[in-house]
Nanobody
C-alpha cells in the first residue's frame, strides 16, 4: 500500500507561479513512477507530468511543456510540480499519483485557481 498527500494549491494571478508537493508513504520501494494529473470542472482527468523512480525520466503534457517542471527528492519521498507562467486554463484540481505494479494510488487533490 502507498499513500500520497498533496499540498501547495491556491489562488494565483495569470502569469504567476505555484509549487505543488506530494509526499508518499508506505511501500515506497514499490513505486515505479509518480505523477501529476488534473481535472477541470466538466472535463476528464488528464496527465500533466510524470517522473520515474529509476533514472528520473520525465514526461509532460504538451500544454504544460516549458512552463511546468516535475522533480523529486528521494530522501523526502516527495515529488514537486513547479508551475510557472500559469494561465486561466490551468485551473483544476491537481492530483498526485503513485504507480506501483498494476496499481495507481491517488491523493485527495489540491485546487489550483488561476484568476485575476
Amino acid at each position: 500500500q502507498v499513500q500520497v498527500v498533496e499540498s501547495g494549491g491556491g489562488l494565483v494571478q495569470p502569469g504567476g507561479s505555484l509549487r505543488l508537493s506530494c509526499a508518499a508513504s508506505g511501500s515506497i520501494s514499490s513505486i515505479a513512477a509518480m505523477g501529476w494529473y488534473r481535472q477541470a470542472p466538466g472535463k476528464q482527468r488528464e496527465l500533466v507530468a510524470t517522473i520515474t523512480s529509476t533514472g528520473g525520466i520525465t514526461n509532460y503534457a504538451n500544454s504544460v511543456k516549458d512552463r511546468f517542471t516535475i522533480s523529486r527528492d528521494n530522501a523526502k519521498n516527495t515529488v514537486y510540480l513547479q508551475m510557472n507562467s500559469l494561465k486561466p486554463e490551468d485551473t483544476a484540481v491537481y492530483f498526485c499519483s503513485a504507480h506501483s505494479g498494476a496499481f495507481v494510488y491517488w491523493g485527495q487533490g489540491t485546487q489550483v485557481t488561476v484568476s485575476s
